[in-house]
């Protein structure tokens, strides 16, 4: 499977630096009219189309096998804003398995009149087996038990304009694991020997949030920066089974690379920390779609997590692109612990195929290997960039 995707891939790339590259963009000018429709009607022709977006999704794991399914945006301006307030979006994903489980994300990046106000969130559901390693920098592969849970995730953050493109304000964050037990025999341990008290959770917290953000087009930026910082505090006596913090800071940059040609240079920082008491699901983790693709969802988990990685986006044809990207990260249950010579790398590359040229939003198909002291590769077909 895997190496077919990479056939896929390479003969793409070949197509669009043939003398078919001509024939490649009018394939594709006529297969995006079936990705994008509008929604709704307009009241008048300046008032902004809202539209929605679908694309299939796809994910390979070991863990979850080949995963399937649809993926979307809806994108829209609440009634009566102006050609100042950015497109506001809802991504959502729902994703079936070849082994029976269900995954359901969404998130969505509302902007008001005037971007007084801006309200982001994330919302997500899932029933599938995860590959627990264990928590450090150095888990190996043979160590790893398969475990099964049910996860929701609800995060919703309301944040106001203090100047232009910097936001202040907080919200709620609830994420709890249940059900969690062995999937497959572990040693002397059998399937189906229940886990919650070992790592299920209840986390309920409140959150500060400050965000700086003066993207040119938040789907798939080619200027400008965004920067989130958020902490969280957990306490029982609100409902949580753990007493803990959680911080987070997400920082990113964008560079277009040349003045006559569209390729852009993205640069983020990403950086998580789980302080004492922090429950074991709940800690800082890289792997999976996003931070450090290559690698599994949640591969190395401590409590503190250290990710950078950088992408060149070669937009080789109108509706065309192809994405270059390399990371490096590690984990580390101590500050003063970490090293640079245990970091975990990510190298991969990918496709771009621009469905909504307004909005610049694109399916991805990313390619990507995963390397250190353990190595990996796996698959990502979706909707819109990473970061």
Known sequence: MILNQKRVLWMMLALCLSGSSLQAQAF?????????????????????????????????????????????????????????????????????????????????????????????????????????????????????????????????????????????????????????????????????????????????????????????????????????????????????????????LDYRQYFKVWDQRPDILAFQFYSRLAWNGTPPLELSALGGPEIMRGFQEGRFRDSYAFFTQAEYRWQALDRIGFVFFAGAGEVSSELDELSFGDLKYSLGTGIRITVVKSENLNIRFDYAYGLGTESDRNFYLGIAESF
């Not at 919302?123 to 849970?149: C, D, M």
């Open 28 to 248: 594709v000018e006529r297969i995006s009219k079936f990705f994008e429709f509008p929604i709704g009607k307009r009241q008048d022709s300046t008032q902004f189309e809202s539209k929605m977006v679908l694309a299939p999704v796809a994910q390979y794991e070991p863990a979850t096998s080949l995963g399937l399914g649809i993926g979307g945006k809806i994108l829209f301006k609440p009634r009566g804003v102006g050609a100042d307030t950015r497109t506001s979006n809802i991504p959502f994903s729902f994703t079936y398995t070849l082994r029976n489980q269900v995954i359901f994300s969404s998130g969505y990046t509302v902007f008001f009149d005037h971007e007084k106000y801006l309200l982001k969130g994330t919302l997500e559901f899932s029933q599938f087996p995860l590959k627990y390693f264990g928590i450090g920098n150095n888990t190996l592969e043979v160590n790893s038990q398969e475990i099964t849970y049910t996860n929701f995730l609800f995060e919703p953050l309301l944040l106001r304009k203090i100047r232009p493109g910097l936001f202040l304000g907080g919200g709620v964050r609830y994420n709890t694991y249940r059900g969690v037990k062995l999937n497959e025999d572990h040693g002397d341990t059998p399937a189906g020997t229940p886990l919650q008290d070992e790592l299920g959770s209840t986390s309920l917290g409140v959150e500060l949030a400050i965000t700086v953000d003066n993207r040119d087009n938040v789907l798939n930026a080619s200027d400008g920066i965004f920067a989130e910082f958020t902490h969280g505090l957990y306490n029982e006596a609100i409902g949580s089974t753990h007493d803990f913090m959680l911080t987070k």
